[in-house]
């Protein structure tokens, strides 16, 4: 019991104004009215080097997988 068949591709959290989610290496983070920050915490695990500008493409997925997680705001199902 407590197993599931699949590994989660991503994990997901949220509170307040401000939405995550992890990858197993990048971190997104989202914050409203604010630019987001992008964290690769394979090569920077203390998440000292924002890497957003750098990597459009990893920012592009990872907010892609957020939206189509719902937001924990709205009360979509999820980790909030």
Not at 14 to 35: A, Q, T
Request: glycine share 10%.
């Amino acid at each position: 019991e407590g197993k599931t068949r699949e590994h989660r591709q991503c994990v997901f959290s949220g509170l307040g104004g401000w939405r995550m989610v992890f990858d197993g290496r990048h971190k997104l983070i989202l914050r409203r009215d604010e630019p987001c920050c992008l964290y690769d915490t394979k090569n920077d695990p203390n998440e000292m080097h924002d890497i957003a500008d750098r990597e459009p493409s990893v920012v592009e997925r990872l907010t892609a997988a957020l939206n189509q997680h719902g937001n924990p705001e709205q009360g979509a199902e999820g980790d909030a």
